[in-house]
């Protein structure tokens, strides 16, 4: 991890915040789609501006909800470069200054998580971002992990999800990093859980070489065996179909096989 690459990208990235601070403060999107547009292309100059590499198997639903795994605040900014998207995310991001103000400009539904009711809630803001013909994406496990294991996945705002009518299509996104960076790793270093601070994490991860994002979308919804009423059963049933993506794309990743080859579009920002 190189400091002088770390805080150049880290005030190349600061200007980005602001230009794009600055937008949403004299255009004041009111519309979800303009909204979710902005983040897109923020996203996608972030992406850049990181010089992160983001290959993709699959292709991002156009409709309906996407669930997958959940390793850092990175998901977010690489979902959001791939697609114009609506995020259900914890409530306690709209304390965090700057961002807080941004991702609620963006269009984001806040989750209450341990308060009772509160993906009931979030079901209207995830049907208004449907009815705009949004995708929303969310992440069932509740919190991020070093990427060892996939946790067990809530079934309340799937329940919600269902209960609108809304399809699911799983996904599965993974990280790795290109030689010279040390003894960084992807479990410490790129996937953001614990009691890692945000700040330091953030600038250690600007200095990393070759970041590389890569994202695997199921061929088609998941089809659950049983109705809302069996919410424990769907979100067993959602963590299946993740589960099934993860080795699909450690199978290729042991075989060879080339992303590029398989994927509906690599996205080479």
């Known amino acids: 991890m190189s400091f002088l690459r770390s805080l150049g990208r880290s005030i190349r990235?600061?200007?980005?915040?602001?230009?794009?601070?600055?937008?949403?403060?004299?255009?004041?999107?009111?519309?979800?789609?303009?909204?979710?547009?902005?983040?897109?292309?923020?996203?996608?100059?972030?992406?850049?501006?990181?010089?992160?590499?983001?290959?993709?198997?699959?292709?991002?639903?156009?409709?309906?909800?996407?669930?997958?795994?959940?390793?850092?605040?990175?998901?977010?900014?690489?979902?959001?470069?791939?697609?114009?998207?609506?995020?259900?995310?914890k409530a306690e991001l709209q304390e965090v200054p700057v961002l807080g103000w941004m991702t609620t400009m963006a269009g984001t539904v806040y989750v209450a998580r341990g308060h009772g009711g509160s993906a009931v809630k979030a079901r209207s803001g995830m049907q208004a971002a449907a009815d705009a013909g949004l995708p929303v994406v969310f992440f069932p496990e509740g919190t991020t992990t070093n990427g060892s294991v996939l946790l067990r996945f809530h079934s309340g705002l799937l329940a919600q999800a269902m209960e609108s009518r809304m399809t699911v299509t799983a996904a599965y996104v993974q990280y790795s990093l290109g030689a010279g960076n040390g003894n960084a790793t992807v479990a410490d270093d790129v996937c953001y859980w614990g009691d890692a601070k945000m700040l330091p994490h953030i600038f250690k991860l600007l200095g990393l070489r070759g970041l590389k994002a890569?994202?695997?979308?199921?061929?088609?919804?998941?089809?659950?065996?049983?109705?809302?009423?069996?919410?424990?059963?769907?979100?067993?049933?959602?963590?299946?179909?993740?589960?099934?993506?993860?080795?699909?794309?450690?199978?290729?990743?042991?075989?060879?096989?080339?992303?590029?080859?398989?994927?509906?579009g690599m996205h080479h920002f």
């Open 13 to 89: 990235l600061a200007g980005m915040f602001a230009v794009a601070g600055t937008e949403l403060l004299v255009k004041r999107p009111t519309t979800r789609e303009a909204r979710a547009d902005w983040l897109h292309r923020f996203a996608g100059r972030a992406i850049r501006g990181m010089e992160i590499e983001v290959d993709v198997v699959g292709k991002f639903p156009e409709h309906g909800a996407v669930i997958s795994n959940h390793l850092s605040y990175m998901d977010i900014v690489v979902f959001a470069a791939l697609h114009s998207c609506v995020f259900v995310s």
């Open 214 to 264: 890569k994202v695997r979308f199921a061929e088609r919804p998941i089809r659950f065996s049983s109705d809302v009423l069996h919410r424990k059963m769907a979100a067993m049933e959602a963590q299946v179909a993740v589960a099934v993506l993860e080795e699909q794309m450690w199978r290729s990743e042991g075989s060879g096989e080339s992303t590029g080859e398989v994927s509906e």
